[in-house]
């Protein structure tokens, strides 16, 4: 799990890559929750999807947002960090010409620039997103939605209500030849504490029957 250090828009971007070396390997770029609250790619939840994504032989990335970590810059709210996946993105793309399969990730604020980032780069095929927030960020820009996902929350979330992710859902579900796998946790807050194994296994349950389907189209 090599460091590795991108040029972004604000200077040195922060990240740790497992590359696959198999040409037409599959690519995953993993985005970790506000930086104002702790964030960063050390995020024990960010690092379980990390995992997954490996084990099913991505060339998988997780990085720090400008400000965090060795990551140059300042909290943006939101505008910058858009441009910090970007620019991780086609670094991503730059060391896989050959992939034609790309997954995006986020958890809680990494889900809502994961939403953002799959609306604008159409190489995007699928997404996973953790208690993405939808009663305090505007997720109205997907519409349409270009690409199936899932979508986990826990049931005990006291940041995000369930009935916001529940409306979020039923908004994109409403959208023509996009559905959305929502998953709950029962007792499951935010961060999903002592509930790892239960969100390891709703992912990697999710993630291959994803790869399933895309093997037999």
Known sequence: ??????????????????????????????????????????????YALFQAFVQRKFSTMRFNFRGVGRSQGEHDGGEGELCDAAAALDWLQTYNPNSNVCWVAGFSFGAWIAMQLLMRRP?????????????????????????????????????????????????????????VDHRTIDGADHFFNDKHDDLVGHVNDYLDEAMAENEAA
Do not use: W
């Open 1 to 46: 799990m090599p460091e590795v250090i991108i040029n972004g828009p604000e200077g040195r971007i922060e990240a740790r890559y497992h590359h696959v070396a198999e040409s037409g390997a599959p690519m995953a770029l993993l985005l970790h929750p506000h930086p104002e609250h702790g964030g960063s790619m050390h995020n024990k939840v960010v």
């Open 123 to 179: 190489e995007i095929s699928g997404f996973i997103s953790l208690a993405p927030p939808a009663n305090t960020h505007d997720f109205s820009f997907l519409a349409p939605c270009p690409s199936s996902g899932l979508v986990l929350h826990g049931t005990k979330d006291d940041v995000v209500p369930e009935e916001a992710v529940d409306k979020l859902v039923a908004e994109i579900n409403s959208q023509r030849n996009i559905e």
